[in-house]
Nanobody
């Protein structure tokens, strides 16, 4: 059974930092396209950052230069370091796994999400 469990969310003042962690069981993070998404109230879920099996990463424009996604193949975790947080970063952050770009979305795995609140 595949499980993705996020942690590390919380409330922080603007300019602060948070580190989110996704502990994965049932699949190898090194073999999957692992990503962080977020969903703000009243908005669609959007991609924040992704790391692929080869180790390459890509970021949403709003995340570039502030967020860093990383992977620990031994611990089987995926982290998201978020710096210089802004109030507009507030939302629920989800860990996501997909085997390949061609995989159907029905085969995707999601965590339950962790709340991030940034106050001004």
């Amino acid at each position: 059974q595949v499980q993705l469990v996020e942690s590390g969310g919380g409330s922080v003042q603007a300019g602060g930092s948070l580190r989110l962690s996704c502990v994965v069981s049932g699949l190898k993070v090194s073999a999957y396209r692992m990503a962080w998404y977020r969903q703000a109230p009243g908005k669609n879920r959007e991609l924040v950052a992704r790391i692929i099996p080869l180790g390459s990463t890509n970021y949403a424009d709003f995340a570039k230069d502030r967020f860093t996604v990383s992977r620990d193949n031994v611990k089987n975790t995926v982290d998201l370091q978020m710096n210089s947080l802004k109030p507009e970063d507030t939302g629920v952050y989800f860990c996501h796994a997909r085997f390949s770009p061609a995989s159907p979305s029905s085969d995707d795995y999601w965590g339950q999400g962790t709340q991030v609140t940034v106050t001004s």
